[in-house]
């Protein structure tokens, strides 16, 4: 069994939007960080959202008033709801604990996390 599942990624087009779950196996989200990163071809992972175990919210800059992060207890489910996709955001999603809590530095995530999930892609293309 994987330690967490994403899922909700697929095609859509510029400007559309997609909802991704997360679902972990042994971990209750209510009392983790839990974060959303992604990787791009060409590109280092990258920090994309995460939430504190007290419902707090935070952003990469570049995604900041597009996406929203999430999370529903009683389900033990995360989600990152993205609107106006861009063809730059395609790429593989991932979500994870993070290692204390979620770190925003400047304008970027950059929290340790503990493990991931094997990720669900998302292909933003005309």
């Known amino acids: 069994q994987l330690q967490l599942a994403e899922s909700g990624g697929g095609l859509v087009q510029p400007g559309g939007s997609l909802t991704l779950s997360c679902v972990p196996a042994?971990?209750?989200?209510?009392?983790?960080?839990i974060g959303w990163f992604r990787q791009a071809p060409v590109k280092e992972r990258e920090g994309v959202a995460c939430?504190?175990?007290?419902?707090?919210?935070y952003y990469a800059g570049v995604v900041k008033g597009r996406f929203t992060i999430s999370r529903d207890n009683a389900k033990n489910t995360v989600y990152l709801q993205m609107n106006s996709l861009k063809l730059e955001n395609t790429a593989v999603y991932y979500c994870?604990?993070?290692?204390?809590?979620?770190?925003?530095?400047?304008?970027?995530?950059?929290?340790?996390?503990?493990?991931w999930g094997q990720g669900t892609q998302v292909t933003v293309s005309s």
């Open positions: 042994d971990l209750t989200v209510g009392a983790y960080a």
């Open positions: 994870a604990p993070a290692l204390g809590s979620c770190m925003l530095e400047n304008d970027n995530l950059v929290s340790d996390v503990a493990y």
């Open positions: 939430i504190s175990s007290i419902g707090n919210t």
